[in-house]
């Protein structure tokens, strides 16, 4: 069997001395379009930084393709929430996408007219190629998303990350990543989603991780997404999501 | 007699003018200054930029008054008024309150605007008591440590300028180097951290090179000001331009064009600190960049507003015109401006509108009063329709 694009075991993140993500499990298969699901305060947003090695764990083991994420950085692709960065700040949009390169680029090297190509064919992609000298502060919620998203794109990698990607955007903003991280998964990459919208994973997902503090449940949407795993993780909030969901499985 | 007067009164502050040039150009101690307020203008303009987009405008005031100590500290334990010495203590009680602040945000529950106010408060505190025990020592009444306090740029001399062109030109070379990196943390941390880019020493760098830009500036425009000197420059130059490059390059701009002008302005009167007009210099820049800039200055604004809004009233006349055009398909009839004004929610508008849709050529009057769409008008009418459609 094929090495997992993510083997996460026994993740232990606190803060202070309050835990975040308690002893979880996680195993994703590459080829999967994975959303991570869970309440407010649930973990979700840390389980993915602490991937990516923002996070420093407490206890616990994270590989990526079989090895540590220090040694894997140039398979992994990453969209921040869209909210964590100043979207005044002084610059253009296929600057922005160009920072998807600075990490292949490495030290003092500038970026250059193959940078440039890459970054417009990935703005291509989300449709935005006619905003490249466009200045980000003149972007709406939707556009800024894909922006995000392109300079995920020309990091080309094999691994991608996305923390609530469909925050914010309108309905075709939403359809148009949807397919897009479907193409994604059909080359063969794999998909992280941190996600809300409960009544869309079933049509958008075929993996997901559900988790409070704890993982709740691991694995393929048509096996874990049950309205018992949805009543622990969520409580009993979640009664009308669930009866709509027990109509659909 | 009266007018004469004036006129002479003219005529001597042109001398006066023309004198300072001259100076500026010919007289040495004048020259040396002028190049240091320069100096330290491009250095703190520049970086200040960068303290700025990273939310640090603050830091830098803290930094600056924490340098204190460092300076009165640097001379009690060597009994020397070299600038070199004393900047090297500014320098290390600037760090020093940097990490300090840094590791009580990390720390504890306090937030950081108030760690900043409290670090600066308790080194300012502690430098201002250091200095005052200084100047009652029998032999430190000459030290002049307190010109610090508002700076004094007359106190320049040529070798302070060169060490602060080298110290100016190391600091500027450091940031053209790591320009990709440092513009990459300041716009999105956690990603340059994704990247494998080590976010936290590129952090400190950072930082390290605005406390020492605040520390160049220290002697001329002293501690209690100095922090004008990296927020004001970069937020005029914010206004003129959407581009991190030219921000960084307008900023320096602006910063020596406060410096040199501020003390040159109070080189020409006696006993006026450098620092407080050298910081009125800058204001006005910043004053004069919100107005006018051509990117978000005020007025700027309030002129695009107004031809944003005629151009809207001339849009809806244009379609009253159209509209009524319409209801006579066959016939170029001319319609009164009444019946514009009965149809227009903004009746005052309609007679500037039509002569500006007639300027356009979008409109002709085909009699007295007599108002009709040109060929050119109906075919914008329709393009606005479909495009509506």
């Given at each position: ?118 970054a417009l064919d990935a703005l291509d992609k ?124 | ?206 930082t390290t090179l605005l406390v020492v830009a ?176």
């Amino acid at each position: 069997m094929a090495v997992n694009a993510i083997d996460v075991t026994d993740l232990t993140i606190a803060y202070k001395d309050k835990p975040v993500l308690w002893d979880v499990d996680m195993e994703v298969p590459s080829g999967t379009l994975m959303a991570i699901v869970g309440p407010n305060g649930a973990g979700k947003t840390t389980m993915i930084k602490s991937i990516l090695g923002l996070i420093k764990p407490a206890a616990g083991q994270v590989l990526v393709y079989g090895k540590p994420y220090a040694e894997q950085r140039h398979l992994v692709g990453y969209v921040p929430q869209r909210g964590s960065v100043d979207w005044d700040f002084p610059t253009s949009v296929l600057d922005v996408v160009m920072m998807g390169r600075y990490g292949a680029l490495g030290w003092l090297k500038r970026p250059g007219a193959s940078e440039r190509a890459a970054a417009l064919d990935a703005l291509d992609k989300v449709g935005m190629k006619s905003f490249a000298e466009r200045q980000i502060s003149q972007l709406s919620g939707g556009q800024q998303q894909r922006v995000f998203l392109a300079r995920a794109l020309v990091q080309d990698a094999q691994l991608y990350f996305m923390d609530e990607p469909f925050q914010g955007v309108d309905a075709t903003t939403e359809r148009a990543i949807v397919t897009l991280l479907q193409e994604l998964r059909s080359a063969g990459k794999t998909v992280v989603v941190v996600h809300h919208d409960l009544q869309t994973v079933p049509e958008y997902f075929d993996w997901v991780t559900m988790l409070n503090v704890r993982r709740i449940a691991c694995g393929p949407v048509g096996d874990v997404f049950t309205d018992e795993n949805l009543r622990k993780a969520y409580g009993g909030k979640v009664a009308f999501l669930s009866a709509e969901n027990g109509r659909k499985s | 007699m009266f007018s004469s007067s004036i006129v002479r009164g003219q005529w001597s502050t042109l001398m006066d003018i023309s004198q300072l040039f001259y100076n500026l150009l010919f007289d040495y101690t004048l020259r040396t200054v002028a190049l240091g307020s320069a100096i330290l203008g491009i250095v703190s303009g520049a970086l200040g930029s960068f303290a700025v987009l990273r939310k640090q405008s603050l830091l830098g005031d803290a930094i600056s008054h924490a340098a204190l100590p460092g300076i009165v500290l640097a001379f009690l334990l060597t009994r020397s008024r070299e600038p070199v010495i004393l900047m090297l203590g500014a320098l290390i009680a600037g760090w020093l309150a940097t990490l300090f602040m840094l590791n009580v945000i990390r720390t504890t529950r306090i937030k950081d605007d108030s760690a900043l106010g409290l670090v600066l408060s308790v080194f300012f505190g502690f430098g201002l008591m250091l200095l005052t025990f200084t100047q009652r020592l029998p032999d430190a009444t000459q030290a002049g440590l307190d010109k610090f306090l508002f700076g004094q740029a007359a106190t320049l001399l040529q070798r302070d300028v060169v060490t602060m062109a080298i110290i100016g030109v190391l600091a500027i070379a450091l940031l053209m180097t790591f320009w990709k990196e440092f513009k990459l943390i300041t716009f999105d941390t956690e990603y340059a951290a994704s990247l494998g880019y080590p976010v936290r020493f590129l952090d400190v760098l950072l930082t390290t090179l605005l406390v020492v830009a605040i520390v160049l500036g220290l002697q001329t425009v002293g501690v209690v000001l100095m922090s004008a000197m990296i927020v004001a420059p970069a937020a005029a130059a914010r206004q003129w331009t959407d581009k991190l490059k030219n921000m960084v390059i307008l900023g320096g701009l602006f910063g020596a064009m406060a410096g040199v002008s501020g003390t040159l302005i109070s080189g020409s009167a006696e006993k006026i600190p450098t620092g407080p007009v050298i910081v009125l210099c800058m204001s006005a820049i910043v004053l004069f960049s919100m107005l006018f800039a051509t990117n978000r200055g005020l007025v700027w604004n309030w002129f695009r507003n107004l031809q944003n809004r005629r151009q809207l009233r001339a849009q809806a006349v244009l379609g009253d015109l159209n509209t009524l055009a319409m209801q006579h398909p066959n016939e170029a009839r001319g319609h009164s401006s009444a019946v514009l004004r009965a149809m227009s929610t903004n009746p005052e508008g309609v007679s500037l509108a039509l002569s500006q849709l007639k300027e356009q050529g979008l409109a002709q009057e085909l009699g007295k009063d007599a108002w009709a769409l040109t060929q050119a008008g109906l075919d914008e009418a329709g393009k606005t329709e479909e495009k509506e459609a």
